[in-house]
């Protein structure tokens, strides 16, 4: 019938997805972020890549490292689950499941993530993720999280003490070169 036949095109449209080389890409780089492995994820990116998030709105190429550098020295708990990784030579996605505790205020925070990627040359120049903010402030912070998290003056302050904590570790890590895990 013409509907199996819409589903065996969709499958194969799945699976030739899935096995393309970007998406070989992709999941290595969810498995070293879940073993807290920056230079093994810096190295997936290309040398002018580019990273957006709610709470990182705009990293270059060098921002996008020292990121991954902190988060994952901060995650001494991190667990990762990536799923649904599909992509071609372009672009790609991937939905992922980030927990860990929030070392500001110590609490359990499971973060649902779907990413999307731009490739070049077998590496990622662009990365956004997006995930509710909202619902992040709400597991982060609690109850203020929850009552205050969908006013814009709250998301921006968290935006901002992530920019200022990006810029103390960058600080404090000057002498890593994060171009030379590329």
Request: charged share 25%.
């Amino acid at each position: 019938t013409a509907v199996e036949r819409a589903h065996a095109a969709a499958f194969r449209l799945m699976s030739d997805a899935a096995s393309h080389p970007n998406a070989a890409l992709i999941a290595p780089f969810y498995d070293a972020l879940g073993r807290r492995d920056a230079a093994t994820m810096i190295a997936c990116y290309a040398s002018d890549a580019t990273f957006s998030d709610p709470v990182f709105p705009a990293l270059d190429a060098a921002g996008v490292a020292a990121m991954w550098e902190m988060l994952c020295a901060r995650g001494k708990d991190l667990a990762v689950v990536a799923s649904d990784v599909a992509a071609d030579a372009e672009n790609g996605r991937a939905h992922w499941v980030a927990t860990y505790t929030f070392s500001a205020t110590g609490r359990r925070v499971e973060n649902r993530i779907d990413a999307r990627f731009t490739f070049r040359d077998g590496r990622i120049v662009r990365h956004e993720d997006r995930f509710d903010l909202r619902e992040w402030l709400r597991q982060a912070l609690g109850f203020k999280g929850a009552l205050l998290g969908w006013l814009p003056a709250v998301q921006n302050a968290t935006r901002a003490q992530a920019a200022t904590a990006l810029a103390d570790w960058r600080g404090r890590n000057a002498n890593s070169d994060p171009s030379s895990h590329r």
